[in-house]
């Protein structure tokens, strides 16, 4: 069974267990940023971010690239430590939050701490998550000049109403602006979507793919909404003032999603990701799938190296005095046991469009997964679990046949 421990704050030299650093050498080690900041708190969100008010004394956005940048540097003291092998960061994703309500120079000098501590691998990718209504023309030119090499929009929809339930502050019709912007400075781009909000009906579901689409992005992600308890959204379905989405619903525009977007030349390459083509697909995330080395920076932020899982303390103040103190802002520890990482394999693997190569004592169970539609029989048949469009719509089934 997985062990897990909690502790808030550790030296540097006392996190990674030893056996991290067994086959690290061929797996690949990226950043993750974790910017918790927003200007206003959406009624479905609830992701580990704060707004100006929430934040309180001893935490502010002047101070936390500084915080971030000695966390990076208690990092590296804690892989040399285990006595992981020195290797170049080969993705940099910065999430949200929205990180670009930080001025360029600070996501700059988060980057900068990276390259000059680890380094960073030719044709690196390097993300920054952005609203729209978030960014200039000069951002993005400062951004890509530093190195930054993507920027993923978080669009959402294009229909007013539909904006408006997710309370979304940003103008639909921004979006394209920012979009030429980007691709001016040379950043290749992302557009996030989210289908399945309260009261948004197929037609506007298509609106918003078709806007996407005509905008022409490097890559599309299409998220179905996650109603969750504890938002102010959750509060509202329960109480009956928004409608709950129905699956069949989310299952129609997830179909509806599939085929505009393979007819406008995107290809699925994960469940909710789509791209022009493979050098357009995020990298940083396909690391996360494929279970590889990975450092979570900032409140909230979890990390994975060598089937050790960690997460930071979540609140700005509590996190910078750590780091301040030369500690690590960790929270809890878990340390995932053979059974699990098989498990885990299959849950992130089976999501990928080159499926899952599934082990000889599983592979019995593919033929009825075949027979239902899930799984695609040719590949089946070399023992690969590859997900057909009902698979995509069924992945958890396809899983749970998969999982001992």
Known sequence: MPMTTAQRGRPP???????VGQG????EFSVYLHVPFCSVRCGYCD?????????GEGANRSDYADSAVTEITLAAESMAAAGLPERAVSTVFVGGGTPTLLPPRDLVAMLTAIESTWGLTPGVEVTTEANPDSVTAADLRELAAAGFTRVSFGMQSAVPDVLATLERTHDPHRVPQVVDWARQAGLQVSLDLIYGTPGETLADWETSLQAAIAMAPDHISAYALVVEPGTKMGAQVRRGLLPMPADDDEADKYELAAALLADAGYGWYEISNFARDEASRCRHNIAYWRSQDWWGVGPGA??????????????PRPYAQLVADGLLPVDGVEVLDDAQRADEEILLGVRLIEGLQVAPGKRDRLPALVTGGLLEAEAAADGVAQLTLRGRLLADTVVRELVD
């Open 47 to 55: 992701f580990n971010t704060y707004t100006a008010t929430e934040l």
């Open 24 to 27: 690290a050498g061929e797996r």
């Open 13 to 19: 030299q006392a996190l990674l267990g030893e056996n």
């Open 302 to 315: 979890h990390s994975h190296i060598g089937g050790q899982r960690w997460w930071n303390v979540k609140h």
